[in-house]
């Protein structure tokens, strides 16, 4: 069992940048894949960005590609969203999944999840 809890959302104006942090709970979280999701109201929840385990492998939306980082730090039990350049259409409620598998770009695949931070960038 995992339990997730993302902090660091906020408001923003467009161009600035906000830092998400994802602590887990358990001792086995470098063995999990983790993500970061969004949903915007009405909408689908979108893949963001993933790592692997150690940190090695990054993967991202074409959305956010060269604005945002993901990174994680396995001693600290924490995965982080570095988010720059921010736009009005990157509002939404972020997400922090856990993969026990080999890692996704689909929400699906994820076991375990966050309660979600909500992110809002104003024009």
């Known amino acids: 069992q995992v339990q997730l809890v993302e902090s660091g959302g906020g408001l923003v104006q467009a161009g600035g940048s906000l830092r998400l942090s994802c602590a887990a709970s358990?001792?086995?979280?470098?063995?999990?894949?983790m993500g970061w999701f969004r949903q915007a109201p009405g909408k689908e929840r979108l893949f963001v960005a993933a790592i692997g385990w150690s940190g090695g492998s990054t993967y991202y939306a074409d959305s956010v590609k060269g604005r945002f980082t993901i990174s994680r730090d396995n001693a600290k039990n924490t995965v982080y969203l570095q988010m720059n350049s921010l736009k009005p259409e990157d509002t939404a409620v972020y997400y922090c999944a856990a993969d026990y598998g080999l890692g996704s770009r689909s929400a699906r695949e994820y076991d375990y999840w966050g309660q979600g931070t909500q992110v809002t960038v104003s024009s």
């Open positions: 358990g001792r086995t979280f470098s063995s999990y894949f």
